[in-house]
T-cell receptor, first 111, second 116 residues
Framework: RKEVEQDPGPFNVPEGATVAFNCTYS??????FFWYRQDCRKEPKLLMS???SGNEDGRFTAQLNRASQYISLLIRDSKLSDSATYLC????????????FGSGTQLTVLP | GAVVSQHPSWVICKSGTSVKIECRSL??????MFWYRQFPKQSLMLMAT?????????EQGVEKDKFLINHASLTLSTLTVTSAHPEDSSFYIC????????????FGPGTRLTVL
């Protein structure tokens, strides 16, 4: 089982739609979580950090459920510019501070 | 936000040659740098963790003699792919951690390596 698993997608949604991505993680000791977005042939860019029960930033809402080891990302009123791959990431300090990336969910927002 | 640069951004080389990729933190000191590899349509896979002044810690399955990492200063880490082969063709991305902001890693723009 992968440490971080995501909906494989792809998600093709019309402009203005609401879309939700799901992510589960297997390491219960993970300390924090992030959503990154990655455009084609580019590096990942931090979208949101998710620390406790979740947080909201404009059209983006992230939820964390530690009991179920589940994270979600909700995008409301999607824009064409939201088209990208969204990466669910967990952080665990352990002996070597590192991030574990999910395989990503591809989103295409259609006009 | 913190800026990390990588050089070169892309490289094409013949099989058997060695390629060096530089990763620099431009406006902060990076106590730890990470090297990732990403194949098409796959996730980023951590290759190694590099701490300034010490040997890199390699992930299982990554050959340390093939992927040489040097972290000589708090702002520079290098990855050398030795005797590159076509299967080494990939997108190599570094990231740097400042150790101050919520464990956030700042990513370089990546280096696309194509080995002919």
């Amino acid at each position: 089982r992968k440490e971080v698993e995501q909906d494989p997608g792809p998600f093709n949604v019309p402009e203005g739609a609401t879309v939700a991505f799901n992510c589960t993680y297997s390491n219960s000791a993970s300390q924090s979580f992030f959503w990154y977005r990655q455009d084609c042939r580019k590096e990942p860019k931090l979208l949101m950090s998710v620390y406790s029960s979740g947080n909201e930033d404009g059209r983006f809402t992230a939820q964390l459920n530690r009991a179920s080891q589940y994270i979600s990302l909700l995008i409301r009123d999607s824009k064409l510019s939201d088209s990208a791959t969204y990466l669910c990431v967990s952080y665990f300090s352990g002996s070597a501070r590192q991030l574990t990336f999910g395989s990503g969910t591809q989103l295409t927002v259609l006009p | 936000g913190a800026v990390v640069s990588q050089h070169p951004s892309w490289v094409i080389c013949k099989s058997g040659t060695s390629v060096k990729i530089e990763c620099r933190s431009l406006d902060f000191q990076a106590t730890t740098m990470f090297w990732y590899r990403q194949f098409p349509k796959q996730s980023l896979m951590l290759m190694a963790t590099s701490n300034e002044g010490s040997k890199a810690t390699y992930e299982q399955g990554v050959e340390k003699d093939k992927f040489l990492i040097n972290h000589a200063s708090l702002t520079l880490s290098t990855l050398t792919v030795t005797s590159a082969h076509p299967e080494d063709s990939s997108f190599y991305i570094c990231s740097a951690m400042a150790g101050t902001k919520n464990n956030e890693q700042f990513f370089g723009p990546g280096t696309r390596l194509t080995v002919l």
